[in-house]
């Protein structure tokens, strides 16, 4: 079983940056594909970023160019830098891993191992 942690969250004023950290224990995912979702109220849970086992990251059209999704793997914990909030990126934010895939996908139900969220609120 992977465990895994988020932290970072806060509230912001729009135009500021935040780094979400999401810590894993239980198992070293350097192999896993790891994913951040988020959730606005009264919203689904949509995909933000991924990275693949092999550094590839991809991101939802929403915040190309304002987020960057990176891991160290000599710490087991995976990163998301977000500069240039905008309030549209209020949500609760969750890290997710899938084990044995070559390729991020953006699908809620394709990742096993979820963290429990992080609260980041952006004031306008």
């Known amino acids: 079983q992977v465990q895994l942690v988020e932290s970072g969250g806060g509230l912001v004023q729009a135009g500021d940056s935040l780094r979400l950290s999401c810590a894993a224990s239980?198992?070293?995912?350097?192999?896993?594909?790891m994913g951040w979702f988020r959730q606005a109220p009264g919203k689904e849970r949509e995909f933000v970023a991924g990275i693949s086992w092999s550094g590839g990251t991809y991101y939802a059209d929403s915040v190309k160019g304002r987020f960057t999704i990176s891991r160290d793997n000599a710490k087991n914990t995976v990163y998301l830098q977000m500069i240039s909030l905008k309030p549209e990126d209020t949500a609760v934010y969750y890290c997710a891993a899938r084990e044995w895939a070559q390729e991020v996908k953006a699908e809620v139900r394709w990742y096993a191992y979820w963290g429990q969220g992080t609260q980041v609120t952006v004031s306008s």
């Open positions: 239980g198992r070293t995912v350097s192999s896993y594909v």
